[in-house]
């Protein structure tokens, strides 16, 4: 990470004050990794793109909205580290055993899906072994979860197989990785008590590690290393902003961010040694998400910005509002730190809820949320169409709609994938957690995911087309966002620019019809809507994209 010259000092103190070496810790019960030739499986114990030409018909839920695209010249990407994400829990993905239970297989045999879509890379919420649903208190962090690895007719589809599998289809793989607690049933915890501060951000049973000890440093540092050597293209890491925290709870007043920075550096470090390609995003979600951004200090590639989902909801449901300045206003606070700092996008995930519902326990101030087709599809092409790393939750690209019956958000979040009959069954991994376990799974289109994946006019094919786009013109990835001048009033948009070419993005959300020429110099990407000699009537909330 490029950082600017005026900090080299600071980023240097902090590397020196925690060093880079890598101290071995003490050999005891499961807290270095297993062996390789320990007789376990690869050290566990037991257990297309869709680059579309000519005319696309996309049309909006009871509308006639057809969309249009051809495609302008290529500047590829560059930066390998600008990718398309997408986000999903094992559990509730694909399930290949019929246990009720997904699993690494079932993902497997929906990688067509995944990469039709476009997506590039896949975060796996936390695969390691845990007693919760969530998984996000680890018991062991050398062991898979082993509901995730099944065997059918004699053959292992562990962990190793989906890697091989998503790289041979140029899928990188992230794990999510939580180390600032542990589950009070992890060894630590039971043999090296003196590892823990005492406390506890996420709860009782989630006990913080003290980063003040050597050990707990080195430690986790070699669990990061054998994840890598394993396979694992990089980490999401989970709560990374507690590291260092005085007090017992969520009052980010107490948390010691310089601690924070130098530790992660340092950890950074020894992951780059490992694979200098390995992409490290954070996690910092704290009621002020601009503090996000100051780990652009920290040595992680990317972090995720939280403001995005005020952004896009403004710029989906308000004529009008500002979203370049917004945009701009979030990157200059990292350009000021990084040059190449790539911040993440995220409309939804586990933690906030999901784009496309309002959930029961959330207030109107912080639930972000659209309900119609054309909404959710512009909301999606404008995460899509803003440079950075856009993250796409699982099922977001059907407009998918968690429920729980129980009215408990944190289930409604998971929701089981709609795939056809296939899918898996939330009573199966929720059950003893919260009343019965039953949570319901619905789509914008009232359809499944393969209805959609071989529907014209579904926001799957929207969004793919948009994603396909994105991977072939370098300005959406890592572009300087300005206004388009002399727009209509009555219309909204953003010029992207990276010094090869230019390509514009205007939209609609006038709640009428407005007419849009194309400049006659252009040419078109994408558009909801027929264009006729470079003219097109944009319906409300529909949008066009053109490159110069």
Known sequence: MKVKRYLFPLIASMLLLGGCGNNS?????????????????????????????????????????????????????TDKRYKTYYQLLVYSFADSNNDGIGDFKGIVDKLDYLVNLGVEGIWLSPVLESKSYHAYDVTNYYKINPSYEVTISNKKYDY??????????????LMDLVLNHTSTSHDWYRDH???YSGKNVFGDAMPDLDYSKTEVQNAVIEVG????????????????????????????????HEKNYE????????????????????????????????????????????????????????????YVSAYNNDLDKVRRI??????????????????TSYHKG???????????????????????????????????????????????????????????TERTNSQTYFQGFKGDGRTTSVTLSGKTAEQDMADNNSLYKSLSTLINIKKKHNAINEGDMSKISGLNSDLSGFKLTDGKEDIYVVYNVSGSSVNYSIPSDMKLLYSNDPVTNNSVSLSNKSFVLYVK
């Open 362 to 420: 959330m207030s109107d101030e912080s639930a972000h949320y659209v309900t119609s087709f054309e909404d959710i599809r512009l909301a999606n092409a404008l995460n899509i169409l803003t440079p950075g790393n856009a993250f796409i939750y699982y099922g977001d690209e059907l407009g998918l709609k968690g429920t729980c019956d129980q009215g408990w958000d944190d289930m409604a979040f998971r929701t089981p994938m709609p795939f056809g």
């Open 193 to 195: 008590r003196n590892w």
């Open 25 to 77: 810790t003490a050999s005891t019960n499961n807290n270095n990794p297993p062996s390789e030739n320990d007789g376990s499986n690869n050290g566990q114990s037991d257990g297309g793109n869709n680059n579309q030409s000519g005319n696309n018909n996309n049309q909006g839920s009871g509308g006639n909205n057809q969309g249009q695209q051809s495609q302008g010249g290529d500047n590829l990407p």
């Open 160 to 173: 190793k197989y989906l890697l091989d599998e998503c790289h041979k289809k140029g899928i990188s793989v």
């Open 225 to 256: 290393k054998y994840w890598l050597n394993q396979g694992f293209d990089g980490y999401r890491l989970d709560a990374a902003m507690w590291l260092y925290n005085s007090s017992g709870g969520t009052n980010a007043s107490s948390v010691d």
């Open 338 to 355: 990084s040059d190449d700092f790539i911040l993440g996008r995220p409309l939804s995930n586990h933690d906030v809820g999901r784009f």
């Open 263 to 322: 530790y992660w550096n340092k950890w950074c470090g020894e992951m780059k040694k490992v694979n200098k390609d390995a992409y490290i995003i954070g996690e910092v979600l704290n009621y002020d998400h601009d503090k996000a951004f100051e780990y652009a200090y920290s040595g992680f590639d990317s972090t995720f910005n939280f403001n995005v989902r005020t952004q896009i909801e403004n710029a989906v449901k308000n004529k009008g509002y500002d």
